[in-house]
């Protein structure tokens, strides 16, 4: 097994855009090295290039110094490199061991699939995430039943199961709740510790600070720093990335108005009940910023859905005072709401549809027959001016956005409609500082300009830097709210685990 | 480095242009004679239209996704061309009538449709499978293989010859632009074309942005089984007879014309002009071969062929691919 890989002054065109100008990292064996930077900065193209998916246009791979030619990803996996991938590459349709055995299937000695030796090692693999599944997984349930979270650890577990000697986390936590993430990060120390090294690829500062021993930091596709870690603190590591220092300043703002127990009532919502909610009932005023916590897959989803009218639900809504029963969302929009689902991909965009067409989607109908095109134009492009989105030209289609603009789109549809409450679904899942920082600036401003917004986040920094209140979830129904001075992360993270009946400690 | 690009219609009507050009030289073709020419090129449009109008709907229910299409496209001109027929018997004041019977019964037969795709979950092709087959046991029933009637006159003049004396274009092909004027309306500023562009994209996004999905998709079904009936009205009016096969053969070159015209046949992204090239460029390709005096067999074969190379070269272009 290899010892060491080094990446020196990788260089990667995609047609005129330079992915990789200047790459460079350097990983060895017993070490953790977060590969950080901005979204479209080039950590993934990096990931790609150290996998083998692409080939390089210039620089030089090495492995234990030796120059090594990476033509494919399977090259790549017989020199022991395994990458996790954010976009899960599973097969829905098989079941969790025919996924993490495809094409590598022990067989026996008549030269078919030895069924019990892969149910064996793939019940082993399990095991490492053991209680942290919602309900025990099976070798052979299919992988399309499982939740996106138990996906991810499925992709870990396949991607671990070649026993590599290098593991690419690319983005591998982004779905997963805080106790499978500790899971994750015990097993990297233990693998760390086994002498494996690990390429860590994450927004979450919080986590890199956790975990890495080294970092990398990619700017417009040059490498611009590395270092240790225990050399270098958030705000610096940041302003690495970013350049400007002052986007990152968005936490505990000024802005957070105490008191707003005079505006009138504009969400009440009582007993509420889904297949997996059992009984909500909160108050949400004119103008606040509540926000929904807890672990992934506790309702937070249902519950978004079932006030937006897209699911099946029982209970009492009132919307601004008027009893409401919404049994689909147009019904919602027409009073006001807006939904920023949590899959961008297959709930928000129309991927090969104009960036035009996607922020207009909701609003067609306003532009008369026929539709006035320029008018349209017109509006779509004051809102994608507003949110400072970058692009080609309206008429370009979204897959050409990368995923904070394309995250942007889906907020700006709902913004031409001028919604006066916003339910918004972890929008800053898979985001970038940058966009990030301009994401809590522009819910800030929502906010003051008399806007609800109802706001579910898997970042708990998130929630407390920016939240007025919030409701934490557990096993569907509201274990805690915390505001004020109890909103605290020690509170936070002890009222998602359930362990802690209150928040007012 | 941007690839050089042509939009699936125009490389549809410059390959349709090159053909017939070259098939002046053919020792049947027009060769110089520019009259002969344009005479020729008139022909092949009008004979274009019928093809052209029933492709309309199938590129609606194309458009619209989840593996829509709609097989009983053929049946359903088959069996207005009838009605008209039987109706009209001859008489131009019928004519109108008629022409509104054949919308409507299009649109119930796709209505049909659109219910058997939407409540009862069964696949586009299965159900306008099976629809196609009642519909054409029904012609059965009904008339018990006797059909009597006449076009009327006026049906005649106005589809089938020139507009006047000093314009010699048919009256069919004048119909035809303004029914892709029509059909580009539909699609490309109404909030009924915007949407189903959506629904054919992605279902989920579309709901979740309120669009009735539900009712998208029984719309789409209704108004192609409509835009049917409305081809097999133009169809008689041009044969002038009918027989229980006059539909039938037009169902496989609609959906091919709508493929040529580079409409994405999962969904989602498409256009009408491109239909109405594609259905140019297969009626060429059909009377070209014809001209040589090739034998139906070679004819299928060579049709097959160029719809293999155009749609492998769509695929191969830039934004047509995830």
Known sequence: MAKSLSARNIIKRYGGVEALSDGNLDVHTGEVVALVGANGSGKSTMSKVINGVVVLDGGQLFLDDKPVQLSSPQSAKKLGIATVFQELSLIPQMTVAENIWLTREPMTAYGTVNRKEIDKKTNELLSLFQGT???????????????????????????????????????????????????????????????????????????????????????????????????????????????????????????????????????????????????????????????????????????????????PHSGKIKINGKESKFNHPRQAMKKGLALVPGDRAREGLLYIRSILENLLLPSWKKYGFPLKIAKAKHDAGKIAESLNLKMAGLNEPVSSLSGGNAQKVVIGKWLMRQPSLLLLNDPTKGVDVGTKAEFYSLLTNLCNEGKTILFYSSDDEELIGLCDRVLVLHDGIIRTELSGETLTKENLIAASLGISNGGAL | MRRFHLSPPVAALILAVILFILSGLLPNGFGSNLDIARSQATNIVRLAVFLGVIAAGQTLVIISGFEGIDLSAGSVVTLTAILTYVYVNGQDDKVLAALLISFAVGAIIGLINGIGVTFLKISPFVMTLGMSGVVTGAIIVVNHGNVSGKVAPIMTRIIARPISQAIPIPGAIVIWVIFGVLMWLLLERTTFGKNLFAIGVNRVTATLSGVNVTGMNLATYTLAGALAGFGGFLLVGNTGVVLIQLGQPYLFPSIAAVAVGGTLLSGGKGSYWGSMAGAIVLTLITSLLTTMQMPDSVRRMVLGATLLVLISIYGRQRGLRQ
């Open chain 1, 133 to 311: 599944y919602k309900t025990d997984i099976h070798p052979h349930d299919p992988v399309a039943s499982l939740p996106a979270d138990e996906k991810q650890i499925i992709e870990i577990l396949k991607a671990i199961s070649v026993d590599p000697w290098l593991i690419i986390l690319d983005e591998a936590t982004a779905s997963l709740d805080s106790r499978q993430v500790t899971r994750l990060f015990d097993l990297v120390k233990h693998w760390k510790e086994a002498g494996k090294a690990i390429v860590f690829v994450s927004h979450r500062m919080e986590e890199i600070f956790r975990i890495a021993d080294n970092y990398s930091v990619l700017r417009n596709g040059k490498t611009v720093g590395s270092g240790k870690m225990s050399d270098i603190n958030e705000k610096d590591l940041v302003k690495l990335m970013i350049e400007k220092e002052s986007v990152f300043s968005f936490s505990r703002t000024g802005s957070k108005k105490p008191d707003k127990a005079d505006k009138p009532m504009c969400l009440e919502v009582d007993g509420l009940h889904t297949t997996t909610l059992k009984g909500i009932s909160f108050r949400v005023r004119e103008g606040e910023l509540v926000g929904i916590g807890g672990l992934r897959g506790q309702g937070q989803r249902d519950l978004l859905l079932s006030l937006y009218g897209a699911k």
